[in-house]
C-alpha cells in the first residue's frame, strides 16, 4: 500500500488537487472519500469534474438527497453520497454496483457506508481537519490500477510516497 500526503490550505488547492487527478483518472476508477462534514469532499469532486465536464462544474453539490449525480464527460463521473443512507438501508440493494464496476469513474463521499461493496482497487481520500482553513489529505492506493495512478500523481507533483 502506498500513499500520498498533501496539505491545503484553501478551498481551491483542494479543487486544484482534484483537477490534477481528474486528468489522469482512466475509466473504471473507484475513489473513496473519507472525512468529517465540510472536509471539502464536494470541492474536491468539483475539481475532478472541472477536467472531466468542464462546463458542469459549477453544479457539483454534495447530492445529499439524489444519493448520485452524474456528469457526462471525457470521462462520465458518477457522484455519490451516501450520508443521509439509514444504518438499516442496504447499499446492495439500491443497485448501484453497475456503476461501481463501470466504465465511468466514480467518486464516493461516505463510502463507509459501502462495506463489502467496496471494489477491491480503489484509492481512498481522506480528508482531515487542521486549524483554519488547512486539511490533510491522505491519498491511498489499494490495488495495481490505483497504485499506477498514485504513481503519476506523485510523479507530477514532485512528491515522495510516506509509506
Ligand atoms: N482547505 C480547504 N479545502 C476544502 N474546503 C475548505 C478548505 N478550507 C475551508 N474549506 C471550506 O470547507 C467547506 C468544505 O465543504 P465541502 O462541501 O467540500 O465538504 P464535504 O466534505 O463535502 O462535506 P459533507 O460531508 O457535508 O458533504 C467549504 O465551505 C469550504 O469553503
Ligand atoms: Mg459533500
Known sequence: MSALQIVSCSPLETEELGSQLGLILPAGSFLALRGDLGGGKTCFTRGIVSTTAPVSAHMVASPTYAIMNSYPGTVPVYHFDFYRLSGDDDVAELGFEEYFYGKGVCVVEWSERLKELLPAD???????????????????????????????????????YFL
Do not use: M, Y
Open 122 to 160: 480503489h484509492l481512498t481520500v481522506a480528508f482531515d481537519f487542521l486549524e483554519d482553513d488547512r486539511r490533510c489529505i491522505t491519498i491511498t492506493a489499494c490495488g495495481p490500477a490505483s497504485t499506477r495512478i498514485l504513481e503519476q500523481l506523485a510523479e507530477q507533483r514532485r512528491q515522495e
